[in-house]
């Protein structure tokens, strides 16, 4: 039984890697996990993999303890052989609070190790706080294909509660210089188990852009008119040191990859700058961008809802005012 309860409670993050490193997930938990655990709370991180020693040590430059279970049969992702790992563990350390990153990896693993470890979950959250009197969790997510933002309450069971976090949605929290936490070496049982056997791992293209770690996004939407004109926007994208995002619509005609997409049915971003170019500013594209940056909204149509949420509003038409302001961003960089 989970004996601490959301006052300073005890947090588990089960994080993930990305190649030879962590993914940037591991750090966006432990910012979370710290904002909910408060200063009395403690953060302790699973890590599974073969060979991991040195990425536990970097884990534990921000989290307080790691757990790692270094094993051959970890070596690529298996989420039922994670639960049946990670469960015993979950037992005996009792966390009020589980997180995971809502990516493949933790959609594949949450469900099953939500119900192996006896807590209810919180999928796919964009925010998440402690409930009012403490004794349960809150969460807001999107549903019927981010359509609506659902506020969701979550009383924890005895074992406690998990919860899986939008990639992006939270601030990542800066691991520290010097290595603070303690690093456990885990015991792997026989019965863990290896129930799936990898045929081939396709990597994403090495030219691949992460729009969701951009510090300056441009993004372009249908207003763009046509793929021939997206020219404009990637050179003030440019000129900027930025990316170029887009709507979906840019995605729908094919014109720029998914992995460009902005909004609910695609990443969630948190940029310190954001230009929206020709982008009408509807929900389901604005629920994408995180953190409040500086927004930038360029569009003909004064009464375009994305003014509503812009610092800076340009009424004008792009194809005038994108050129007109790559010529003084230039002039202004010498
Ligand atoms: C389930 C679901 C999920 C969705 N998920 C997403 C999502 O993840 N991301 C997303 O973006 N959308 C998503 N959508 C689509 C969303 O509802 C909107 O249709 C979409 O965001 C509109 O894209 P847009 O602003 O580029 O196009 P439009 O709404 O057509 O707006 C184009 C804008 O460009 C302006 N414009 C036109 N010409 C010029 C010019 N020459 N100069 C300046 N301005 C000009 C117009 O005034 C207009 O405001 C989703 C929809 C559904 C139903």
């Given at each position: 039984m989970s004996t601490n309860t959301n006052q300073n409670p005890k947090i588990l993050c089960v994080v993930e890697?990305?190649?030879a490193g962590l993914d940037d997930t591991a750090w966006e938990l432990l910012g979370a996990a710290r904002a909910l655990a408060g200063e009395g709370g403690s953060v302790g991180a699973a890590l599974l993999g073969e060979g991991v020693g040195e990425l536990a040590n970097e884990l534990a430059r921000g989290y307080d303890d790691v757990w790692v279970f270094d094993d051959a049969r970890f070596a690529s992702w298996d989420g039922e052989a994670y639960a049946r790992a990670l469960a015993p563990l979950a037992q005996r350390e009792q966390p009020a609070l589980i997180l995971a990153a809502h990516t493949n990896l933790g959609i594949d693993f949450a469900p099953g190790f939500s119900v192996r470890a006896g807590v209810p979950l919180l999928p796919d959250c964009l925010s998440l706080e402690s409930a009012g009197d403490g004794s349960a969790w809150e969460a807001v997510r999107t549903v019927y294909g981010g359509k609506v933002h659902a506020r969701m309450t979550c009383t924890p069971?005895?074992?406690g509660a998990m919860a899986t976090l939008r990639a992006g949605a939270f601030a990542a929290a800066e691991p520290g210089a010097e290595v603070t936490g303690r690093v456990h070496a885990e015991d792997v049982g026989d019965d863990v188990g290896q129930g799936r056997r990898p045929v081939r791992t396709v990597?994403?293209?090495?030219?691949?852009v992460d729009i969701t770690q951009a510090a300056v996004l441009?993004?372009?939407?249908r207003g763009i008119e046509d793929e021939e004109n997206l020219e404009i926007v990637q050179s003030l994208a440019e000129a900027l040191g930025g990316e170029v995002a887009c709507s979906r619509p840019v995605v729908d005609k094919g014109w720029l990859p998914k992995s460009r997409q902005v909004g609910t049915s695609g990443l969630t971003v948190k940029p310190k700058v954001y230009l929206a170019v020709g982008i009408s500013g509807s929900f389901q594209h604005v629920g994408g961008i995180k953190g409040s940056p500086f927004l930038?909204?360029?569009n003909k149509d004064a009464r375009a809802p994305i003014f509503?949420?812009?610092d800076v509003g340009v009424v004008g038409d792009l194809?005038?005012?994108v050129p007109a302001l790559e010529a003084k961003i230039r002039e202004a960089k010498g």
């Open positions: 890697r990305a190649g069971s005895e074992q990597e994403p293209e090495a030219s691949e441009v993004a372009v939407g930038v909204a360029i509503g949420v812009a194809f005038d005012v």
